[in-house]
């Protein structure tokens, strides 16, 4: 199958280090911080770019993801940073020098800390700061980039106001109820003295901090969606070649017999409910790693005894086809599976995932879903968000005291997929 993409997947915060001047580099060193430690160095790749292109492209992936960062392009707003867009450019040129399709995220959750000053993903000023930004980046760099994701699983914040809610009223803590790393383990007392200390940070009230990876209503999903919207606008005005879209976090529901409304319910909140901003966009990346069984009173916890992932989520790779194929009743374009992966310390277990889960992808193409790759999450071990370090969804083994790299059989696992001729 020609041109399908194979690769791996990054994000700018996750992997650099010391981006300085983002809004998670505010969060991350406060005294009460909801961080399990701070990113630092990470897993220096901004300096070490061109080793991992290369290690991912000797593997035989023709594919890399990665994200640009906000808040070093324009670490004050309207400056833009020339050196910075240099560094992204070469970025890019290394991946052509390898043979890799670049897909580029403009917005993988940290945002530059003077956006959050000025209300952040709350307020509608986000909209004329992000397209500003996109505009930017299409202008300098949109030669060297087919794909671009204008924002990270975009549909986040409706998920994360349900767990809010949900831990609300429940009072109990969901490890594994996003599929992102969130860091369940503070008091009360700790997450208020954190939210007064990110008010005094960002300059603002504490009840006024809007960064991306927040319960958001839907009246403030909808700033986000219509920042979107106004992105894909610019950049296809600057340069019509560039294919846009933005991912999304999905999960795969099944409903058990009673639980089907239930489970319909849950699809329209995370799918649903975004696909009138998206219908015009040339693809969309979908990004899964796990099921959740629903029955009448909605998705229930792993079932005693079923494999579960070091980020508490049920080991099921089968749920990257299925929700390729539910995605595919509803959006009528192209479809790119932007992440998929398994945060575990047993690479055999993860190759076992891929394997598995590549052939659930290659089902549904044969059945006629328009899906063009599978780019896996992640290229390397990184900084899983709050939850810090110690989750190992990579492909490459990273120490972090000599920032030594060592690739995992996964790594071959997956080039093999491009090798073996699809
Ligand atoms: C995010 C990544 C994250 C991954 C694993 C996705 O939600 O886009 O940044 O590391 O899932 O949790």
Not at 327 to 342: C, D, H, K, M, S
Not at 368 to 393: I, R
Request: aromatic share 10%; charged share 20%; proline share 4%.
């Amino acid at each position: 199958m020609e041109n399908f993409l194979i690769g791996a997947a990054t994000a700018a915060h996750q992997v650099e280090g010391n981006n300085l001047h983002s809004d998670y580099w505010v969060m991350e060193h406060l005294k009460h911080s909801d961080f399990a430690e701070p990113s630092g160095d990470a897993v220096d790749h901004y300096n070490r770019y061109e080793q991992d292109i290369r290690l991912l492209a000797q593997a035989g992936c023709n594919a890399y993801r990665f994200s640009i960062e906000w808040a070093r392009i324009e670490p004050r707003e309207g400056f833009f940073d020339e050196a910075e867009i240099e560094h992204y450019r070469q970025v890019l040129l290394c991946c052509r020098e390898n043979g890799l399709t670049p897909v580029v995220t403009l917005q993988h959750f940290s945002s530059p800390a003077w956006l959050i000053a000025k209300g952040g993903w709350g307020k509608r000023h986000v909209i004329t700061a992000f397209v500003r930004y996109a505009g930017k980046i299409a202008a300098e760099l949109g030669d060297l980039i087919p794909y671009i994701c204008t924002i990270n699983e975009a549909n986040m914040g409706l998920q994360l106001n349900k767990i809010a809610a949900d831990m609300m009223k429940a009072g109990k803590k969901q490890e594994g109820g996003v599929q992102v790393g969130q860091n369940m383990g503070l008091d009360l007392k700790a997450i208020v003295l954190g939210m007064f200390e990110k008010g005094k940070a960002f300059h603002c009230s504490p009840f006024a901090v809007n960064t991306f990876l927040m319960p958001r209503s839907e009246k403030k999903e909808t700033i986000v969606m219509l920042a979107h919207q106004a992105a894909v606008g610019a950049i296809r005005a600057i340069n019509p070649k560039i294919r846009v879209g933005l991912t999304m976090s999905l999960f795969d529901y099944q409903a058990l017999p009673g639980g089907e409304a239930a489970a319909a319910r849950l699809w329209q909140e995370d799918f649903g409910w975004y696909l009138p901003f998206i219908l015009e966009d040339d693809f969309l990346g979908v990004q899964n790693y796990s099921r959740k069984i629903v029955d009448a009173s909605g998705a229930r916890e792993p079932a005693e005894g079923a494999p579960v992932t070091q980020m508490g989520y049920e080991d099921y790779p089968a749920s990257i086809g299925h929700v390729l194929r539910k995605v595919a009743q509803q959006f009528p374009g192209e479809l790119l599976v932007t992440e998929n992966g398994i945060s575990t310390d047993d690479d055999a277990r993860r190759c076992r995932f891929i394997r598995e889960a590549f052939a659930g992808v290659l089902a549904a193409k044969k059945d006629g879903v328009p899906v063009s790759g599978y780019l896996h999450w992640s290229l390397l071990d990184n900084f899983e968000w709050q939850a810090g370090y110690c989750k190992t969804f990579g492909l490459i083994a990273v120490d972090r005291n000599t920032q030594t790299r060592f690739p995992k059989q996964s790594l071959q696992v997956l080039g093999e997929l491009n090798k073996d001729g699809i």
